[in-house]
């Protein structure tokens, strides 16, 4: 601690991101990449992206993104809002719309673990809605609470880390129910097999989806996320990003971005990979004895009667794979598993055969 820190400063309780070795011979699963690079089309946008164009500025509201985003899902380009990966707009919607003063938000116990970091840097009010038994989030559980002193509700859909989804009717219930709260789906892993909110976006004013290039389109390293919404609410997000950074999208993000949401047939191979790996994965885990939570995602969420999963995850590093672990009591008894390759599929299960015998 210096002594030059503001008291503020202080009292901040960072986000911890998974690691992020540089050691490049290990098989990982720990922060919900892709394990396929991104399409061919992305890397050739960037490299003509680069000829004489670096030395502008980019397009301060990355307009074209906004216009591919828009047309992939069929809106206009006003009701797309990028960021520096979608961490950067979760930080834009917790400044713009949910810091009102005598409110709180409502969140998951079990989810992403960033927002109660946004909320603490923010001096927002927070309340943790327990899961369900089963770990699934329950919306009557968030509409039995005294609407008058709640602004917003946010959780990722499907839930991260549980994979479980809800489907798209349940999340209108909330929509139609609380008109006065914003309600905003974090769709990070809405492209493994959930239901998106996307078409509900012209139909409620108080709806946001936030998404990423990070997970189903191989692009973690270029940061490129999204919100999308109704221009007027989103118009809330781009007065806090133009009062922080106007150019959050680098030429070369912007140019890559758009180039992974016009190669449609790449897309739908690699996420048709991952979903099927997936289906192998639960199989295989469940022959080992492990408890797998139904998962929607990229990842699988996983406990065994008869192990630690603080034990497990060392012995795994120990064989050079990498899984998640989170010390929160309620799930300290869970791996979060990142879908892999089939063959690194493979080797995890060789590998967990081996440490549980
Ligand atoms: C990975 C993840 C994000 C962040 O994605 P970036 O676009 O890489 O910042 C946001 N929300 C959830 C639930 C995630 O798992």
């Not at 990722?156 to 914003?182: D, F």
């Not at 409620?204 to 609410?233: C, H, I, W």
């Not at 199989?283 to 139904?294: D, I, N, T």
């Amino acid at each position: 601690m210096s002594a030059y820190w503001s008291d503020f400063v202080k009292t901040l309780d960072p986000y911890v991101p998974g690691e992020q070795p540089t050691q490049t011979d290990l098989i990982k699963l720990n922060t919900n990449e892709s394990p396929f690079a991104p399409s061919p089309a992305v890397l050739e946008a960037i490299r003509q992206a680069t000829a004489d164009q670096l030395r502008l500025y980019p397009s301060p509201e990355s307009d074209r993104l906004r216009t591919a985003v828009g047309k992939y899902y069929d809106l206009p380009a006003d009701h797309v809002f990028p960021g520096n990966g979608s961490d950067e707009v979760l930080a834009h919607l917790f400044l713009s719309l949910f810091r009102h003063q005598g409110k709180q938000i409502l969140l998951p116990d079990i989810s992403y673990s960033f927002y109660p970091v946004y909320c603490r840097l923010y001096d927002i009010d927070y309340q943790s809605v327990p899961l369900a038994d089963d770990f699934s989030i329950r919306i009557q559980d968030y509409l039995a609470l005294p609407a008058e002193s709640i602004s917003a509700v946010i959780f990722p859909n499907p839930n991260a880390p549980t994979g479980i989804a809800l489907t798209r009717a349940e999340i209108e219930q909330l929509l139609i129910q609380r008109p006065q709260w914003v309600v905003a789906v974090d769709e990070a892993y809405v492209d493994f097999g959930a239901e998106s909110c996307v078409p509900l976006i012209r139909k409620y004013k108080n709806l946001v989806v936030l998404q990423t290039l990070s997970k189903s389109r191989s692009l973690a390293g270029l940061r490129v996320g999204f919100a999308l919404g109704q221009p007027e609410l989103l118009e809330g997000l781009v007065r806090v990003k133009n009062s922080f950074n106007s150019y959050p999208i680098d030429r070369l993000a912007e140019a890559g971005a758009i180039a992974a949401f016009e190669d449609q047939a790449y897309f739908e191979h690699t996420i048709g990979q991952v979903v099927d790996t997936r289906e192998y994965l639960i199989e295989a885990l469940k022959k080992l004895g492990f408890e797998v939570l139904p998962s929607r995602a990229n990842f699988v969420f996983v406990s065994h009667p008869q192990h630690d999963a603080g034990q497990l995850l060392a012995a795994l590093r120990a064989h050079a794979i990498l899984v998640r672990h989170f010390s929160h009591p309620r799930i300290a008894s869970f791996l979060r598993v990142t879908i892999g390759t089939k063959k690194q599929c493979e080797t995890l299960i060789k590998s967990l055969s081996e440490i549980l015998s």
